[in-house]
């Protein structure tokens, strides 16, 4: 996976050169370790992303008491799941309904619920879907592909503060007697941020 | 302060543009990146709201035109030489120029130490009214809701005011709430109907209607 070896090696970036910098500064003077580095960039690699809460959604959807704890506390409900870390002390799952269509920004800066989405892809850091989502809800939305009808409300959650939000979609219709691992499958990361449906 | 971080309704940025499945890291250096802020935040003991601000207090150029990863490289960097754990020169040395965040304004100095207070003053319900704050440090009430009215939807734990704790490294308690506005009170004529959005907000930043 890494980018920086080969027989022709490409000369470094500037921001790379920080990023090496800034890293040999430290693990020589002992305030990170290499060992350290790897741990994390191998967990948010691999073991943490939206699979944790596309488990979440499949419960909720199979199980109507899961449902009803996970949208009563939804750090108590996902760690029920295992999942749990930085950024999930305070998550708020937000159901849509035939009514009610969710969808969830971070106008400041880029929160999100890490135990159950990892992180965050890079339009959902990026400027244009930080300004216009609270503005222009229903046209960016259809601009990225999920038509909201005028008769749906939307909801926008700007997370500004200690919550941390994950919309649960509604289950996709014809899928009575599907299994919950099959479900999963079903489940998006932009239809748990709200900007898709599942 | 009132920085280009504070995106919310901002107009002329164009088309969200979105990578097909994307991956976690691009580079090495993003999670290597990533995972150094974490481990030095921890080591200088400092808090989430100190991280952020150093990343709001970039060069509004610089920060406009480099990535969320680049950000946190910047904001890092920037308290570690603040706090004199790591010196500019070396930085500078090993990469050949390391642009680094503004220092904190002298006007952040005034916070406003309010006492702790855990016991939530609005319900579910009550009409609210955003201050019009104007602070020159780090505060997590976006400018988009200012002096707008919304109704409380949900309140939350207290939790450790953010002005306080960036700036004073204290942790002074205020209850939370999320707040719901109307689009039209938010954009007037401009507004898509039948939408609203809620934001999360500090007890400190809302008065009575």
């Given at each position: 996976?890494?980018?920086?070896?080969?027989?022709?090696?490409?000369?470094?970036?500037?921001v790379?050169?920080?990023?090496?910098?800034?890293?040999?500064?430290?693990?020589e003077?002992?305030?990170?370790?290499?060992?350290?580095i790897?741990?994390?960039?191998?967990?948010?690699?691999?073991?943490?992303?939206?699979?944790?809460?596309?488990?979440?959604?499949?419960?909720?959807?199979?199980?109507?008491?899961?449902?009803?704890?996970?949208?009563?506390?939804?750090?108590a409900?996902?760690?029920?799941?295992?999942?749990?870390?930085?950024?999930?002390?305070?998550?708020?799952?937000v159901?849509?309904?035939?009514?009610v269509?969710?969808?969830?920004?971070?106008?400041?800066c880029?929160?999100?619920?890490w135990?159950?989405?990892?992180?965050?892809p890079?339009?959902?850091?990026?400027?244009?879907?930080?300004?216009?989502?609270?503005?222009?809800?229903?046209?960016?939305?259809?601009?990225?592909?999920c038509e909201?009808?005028?008769?749906?409300?939307?909801?926008v959650?700007?997370?500004?503060?200690?919550?941390?939000?994950?919309?649960?979609?509604?289950?996709?219709?014809?899928?009575?007697?599907?299994g919950?691992?099959?479900?999963?499958a079903?489940?998006?990361?932009?239809?748990m941020?709200?900007?898709?449906r599942? | 302060?009132?920085?280009?971080?504070?995106?919310?309704?901002?107009?002329?940025?164009?088309?969200?543009e979105?990578?097909?499945d994307e991956?976690?890291?691009?580079?090495d250096?993003?999670?290597?990146?990533?995972?150094?802020?974490?481990?030095?935040?921890?080591?200088?003991?400092?808090?989430?709201?100190?991280?952020?601000h150093?990343?709001?207090?970039?060069?509004?150029?610089?920060?406009?035109?480099?990535?969320?990863?680049e950000?946190?490289?910047t904001?890092?960097?920037?308290?570690?030489?603040?706090?004199?754990?790591?010196?500019?020169?070396?930085?500078?040395?090993?990469?050949?120029?390391?642009?680094?965040?503004?220092p904190?304004?002298d006007a952040?100095?005034?916070?406003?130490?309010?006492?702790?207070?855990?016991?939530?003053?609005?319900?579910?319900?009550?009409?609210?009214?955003?201050?019009?704050?104007?602070?020159?440090?780090?505060?997590?009430?976006?400018?988009?809701?200012?002096?707008?009215?919304?109704?409380?939807?949900?309140?939350?734990?207290?939790?450790?005011i953010?002005?306080?704790?960036?700036h004073?490294?204290?942790?002074?308690?205020?209850?939370?709430?999320?707040?719901?506005?109307?689009?039209?009170?938010?954009?007037?004529?401009?507004?898509?109907?039948?939408?609203?959005?809620?934001?999360?907000?500090?007890?400190?930043?809302?008065?009575?209607?």
């Amino acid at each position: 996976m890494s980018d920086d070896h080969g027989h022709n090696p490409r000369p470094l970036s500037d921001v790379e050169r920080r990023a090496r910098a800034l890293e040999e500064l430290l693990t020589e003077k002992g305030i990170v370790s290499g060992e350290f580095i790897d741990r994390v960039v191998e967990a948010f690699a691999r073991d943490i992303g939206p699979m944790n809460g596309a488990k979440v959604v499949a419960r909720a959807w199979v199980d109507p008491g899961y449902r009803q704890r996970l949208l009563a506390d939804g750090s108590a409900a996902v760690a029920e799941l295992g999942f749990g870390g930085p950024e999930g002390d305070h998550i708020v799952a937000v159901e849509n309904t035939p009514e009610v269509h969710n969808v969830v920004v971070c106008t400041l800066c880029s929160c999100y619920p890490w135990p159950v989405l990892g992180l965050p892809p890079t339009w959902y850091k990026s400027p244009p879907y930080r300004s216009r989502m609270v503005r222009e809800p229903r046209a960016l939305l259809a601009e990225m592909g999920c038509e909201v009808p005028e008769d749906v409300e939307i909801r926008v959650w700007d997370s500004s503060a200690e919550v941390r939000y994950l919309v649960l979609p509604e289950r996709p219709a014809a899928t009575d007697g599907v299994g919950e691992a099959e479900l999963a499958a079903l489940v998006s990361r932009d239809a748990m941020i709200g900007v898709a449906r599942p | 302060m009132d920085g280009v971080h504070d995106l919310g309704g901002m107009e002329g940025f164009g088309p969200v543009e979105v990578e097909p499945d994307e991956p976690t890291f691009h580079h090495d250096w993003e999670g290597r990146t990533f995972a150094i802020a974490g481990g030095a935040l921890g080591a200088g003991g400092f808090n989430t709201p100190m991280f952020r601000h150093a990343i709001e207090r970039m060069d509004p150029g610089h920060y406009l035109t480099s990535s969320y990863y680049e950000h946190w490289l910047t904001g890092v960097a920037t308290l570690l030489v603040e706090a004199e754990m790591i010196s500019c020169d070396d930085l500078d040395a090993r990469a050949g120029g390391f642009p680094l965040s503004r220092p904190v304004s002298d006007a952040a100095g005034d916070v406003d130490v309010a006492t702790a207070n855990e016991t939530a003053r609005f319900s579910v319900g009550d009409p609210v009214r955003v201050r019009d704050v104007q602070f020159a440090g780090h505060t997590r009430c976006p400018r988009y809701i200012r002096g707008r009215r919304g109704v409380v939807a949900r309140v939350d734990a207290a939790a450790p005011i953010p002005e306080v704790e960036a700036h004073r490294r204290e942790r002074v308690l205020d209850p939370n709430y999320s707040v719901r506005f109307d689009a039209a009170e938010l954009w007037s004529d401009a507004s898509e109907p039948n939408a609203c959005v809620h934001v999360d907000l500090y007890e400190r930043y809302l008065e009575s209607v």
